[in-house]
């Protein structure tokens, strides 16, 4: 992309950063407790029904408070935002960018400020709180950059007399609706781009992160993002977010989140209402159940480090994490000698704390969801690591991580995605069989291999079934503009953030056909 560069991350290995990160976060702490009513039109509407947002490491403290909309407030931001549409969509690409550039340049200025806010939110350690932000601007950075290319339109076949044109037209209304795992990053990464191409956004963020998206949705507005092109509306993704994607005057469904909320969207824009003129289109991102493939020559050093990175950064709460490990039968036992220190060895505390390897799960359904699945994955496979209980903080949604060996590949641990830190060992015999049990899932999100071989390397080139492949490297942190990010399989539909050709799933082709030849044109 001409011109876009990626936003540094922080290095904390530096003194000043790391007084400056604390300063934020001290900060954030004293600004706790915000309100964060619906934003309709530029407008704050209460609903008189609020929703606590809490820090999942201190259940007890409460981040902030957004109101939960109702079909009304829903029903009034979309007709606010048709309203806008056709504005926001005349106004000439480069103006719009403008505006999405300076929302940049503020969040660059505010960056440790938000991922402090993300620490208390989310439960996320520094490094990824930092790295999240630093996405967020490359986001708005690099689709701005994407529209004013994409607004050229494409060359087609010319012909004496008549002139040929393609270009490319906004959706319309679109409804962003945000998980909570990246609460700035793919929500500012999917608002940006719908809105750089000219649609205009209605923001449902996730239950657990609404206070941060209110703040993202404000900075917007401070850059100079008319009021009613983005507006803010919290809520129940039962009520708030299926009432947004049945309206009939919603063109354009943006979601990351779960397999099961992905399909039955999909389901329900692939029905229009009666009332409704157009197909709705959805882009949806959904869950992995991901695998790295570890070859019998495989650097070990290399390998842990991975491991480690991949399935337990942010708890194993990512999209992309690791949660299969398939080991060359030649390797698997100097892995597990190795994997279990470093594993135990893992810090699991309070994200405010530098130290933090491992942080909160999200909320009191995450933590019951992981730990009757270890519980359940005790009995049926072995344990080789699970974090004692003494070793996690009392107060809070910790989980610590664990690893599983002979795992049934059918089993539910090994199938579903459990969304937090627990790795399951397939001990194989061959690189090909590692393949195929790698591919042995319904999602097809990131994978990895590990391998000195050119031709195994070759072969999970052609084979592994992921949207994201990673060779003798980590599977999670996809950077914007390097490594385009999304699934296939039930993982998603194969669009990719981040990448050259997102941008085309949120814009329909229009072709202009003139005959050049024509006669009686009035003269002056
Ligand atoms: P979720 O599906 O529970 O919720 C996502 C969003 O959908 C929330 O805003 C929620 O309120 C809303 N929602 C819930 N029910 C809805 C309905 N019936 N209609 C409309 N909206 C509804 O997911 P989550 O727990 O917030 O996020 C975790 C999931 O997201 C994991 O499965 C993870 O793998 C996935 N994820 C995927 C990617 C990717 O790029 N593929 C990235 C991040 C997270």
Request: proline letters at 7%; glycine letters at 8%.
């Amino acid at each position: 992309m001409t011109g876009f560069q990626n936003e540094p991350l922080a290095d904390f290995s530096d003194a000043s950063q790391r007084t400056r990160f604390a300063g934020a976060l001290e900060q954030v702490r004293r600004e706790l407790g915000w309100k964060a009513p619906c934003v309709i039109g530029g407008q704050l509407v209460v609903t008189g029904r609020w929703l606590p947002s809490v820090n999942p490491a201190h259940p007890s403290l409460v981040v902030g408070q957004a109101a939960l909309a109702r079909p009304e407030e829903v029903d009034r931001a979309v007709a606010c935002a048709l309203r806008a549409q056709a504005r926001w969509a005349g106004m000439p690409v480069e103006a719009r960018a403008a505006l999405l550039q300076s929302a940049a340049s503020r969040l660059r200025q505010q960056r440790a400020w938000f991922a402090a806010l993300a620490v208390f939110e989310v439960g996320k350690p520094w490094r990824e709180a930092d790295a999240e932000v630093a996405e967020a601007i490359d986001f708005l950075d690099y689709y701005c950059a994407g529209a004013v290319e994409l607004a050229q339109g494409k060359a087609v076949n010319q012909q004496p007399g008549e002139s040929n044109r393609y270009h490319y037209v906004p959706r319309g209304v679109c409804a962003v609706i945000a998980p909570w795992n990246f609460p700035i990053g793919i929500l500012a990464g999917m608002a940006s781009a719908a809105l750089a191409a000219g649609n205009v956004v209605i923001v449902k963020p996730a239950e657990q992160s609404p206070i941060i998206a209110s703040h993202f949705v404000r900075l917007l507005h401070e850059a100079g993002v008319p009021e009613d092109v983005i507006q803010y509306l919290p809520g129940l993704g039962e009520e708030a977010g299926r009432a947004l994607v049945e309206d009939p005057r919603v063109a354009l469904v943006m979601f990351t989140g779960s397999k099961a909320v992905g399909l039955s969207i999909l389901r329900t824009v692939g029905h229009p209402a009666p009332t409704q003129r157009f197909l709705k289109h959805a882009v949806v991102e959904m869950g992995g159940k991901n695998a790295i493939v570890v070859d019998e020559d495989a650097d070990l050093d290399e390998v842990i480090h991975g491991v480690l990175a991949s399935a337990f950064g942010y708890q194993g709460q990512k999209c992309s994490a690791a949660s299969r490990l398939i080991v060359h039968a030649a390797l698997y036992d100097r892995l597990v000698e190795r994997l279990i220190p470093a594993v135990s060895g893992l810090r699991v505390c309070d994200p405010v704390e530098p130290r933090c390897d491992l942080g909160p799960l999200i909320d009191p359904e995450a933590l019951t969801r992981v730990t009757t699945a270890v519980t359940e994955a005790a009995v049926s496979s072995t344990c080789l690591y699970r974090a004692p209980a003494d070793r996690l903080p009392a107060e809070g949604y910790f989980a610590g991580p664990a690893l599983f060996a002979e795992v049934d590949p059918r089993s539910p641990v090994a199938q579903e995605e459990l969304f937090g830190p627990v790795v399951c060992l397939f001990r194989v015999r061959s690189f090909s069989e590692g393949l195929a049990l790698a591919n042995d899932t319904a999602y097809g999100l990131t994978g990895g291999v590990y391998s000195r071989s050119p031709s195994n390397l070759q072969e999970a080139i052609d084979a592994f079934q992921v949207g994201n492949l990673y060779l003798n490297r980590p599977i999670t942190g996809s950077i914007v503009g390097r490594q385009p990010f999304g699934g296939y399989k039930l993982s998603g539909l194969g669009t990719k953030a981040g990448g050259p050709d997102y941008l085309l799933q949120l814009v329909v082709p229009k072709t202009i056909c003139e005959n050049t030849a024509r006669h009686g044109i009035p003269l002056e």
